[in-house]
């Protein structure tokens, strides 16, 4: 059993940055792929970010490259979703996932998830 606890969503402005954390208990974190998928009202969740349990390749969806940076600290058991530019369009509550294959992650089947943590981006 994996235990996922992000933290770091907040109220911001847009055009402004937010981190995320999310920290695991319960399993060697290393093994496992971990990422963000976020819901956002009315819709379905979609996919955000995913990171391999080495920490060397990330995967990222359309709507967030080149403004979103996942990264992991496997001495900590913890990743992290670093979120500049940040539009109204990102508000959303985003959760963390684990898997132990990251692709289930990215597809959205992952075998934990978070409770999630609220983002709201004002315009």
């Known amino acids: 059993q994996v235990q996922l606890v992000e933290s770091g969503g907040g109220l911001v402005q847009a055009g402004g940055s937010l981190r995320l954390s999310c920290a695991a208990s319960?399993?060697?974190?290393?093994?496992?792929?971990m990422g963000w998928s976020r819901q956002a009202p009315g819709k379905e969740r979609e996919f955000v970010a995913a990171i391999r349990g080495s920490g060397g390749i990330a995967y990222y969806a359309d709507s967030v490259k080149g403004r979103f940076t996942i990264s992991r600290d496997n001495a900590k058991d913890t990743v992290y979703l670093q979120m500049n530019s940040l539009k109204p369009e990102d508000t959303a509550i985003y959760y963390c996932?684990?898997?132990?294959?990251?692709?289930?992650?990215?597809?959205?089947?992952?075998?934990?998830w978070g409770q999630g943590t609220q983002v709201t981006v004002s315009s």
């Open positions: 996932a684990a898997a132990q294959k990251t692709h289930e992650v990215v597809v959205g089947t992952p075998d934990y």
């Open positions: 319960g399993r060697t974190f290393s093994s496992y792929g």
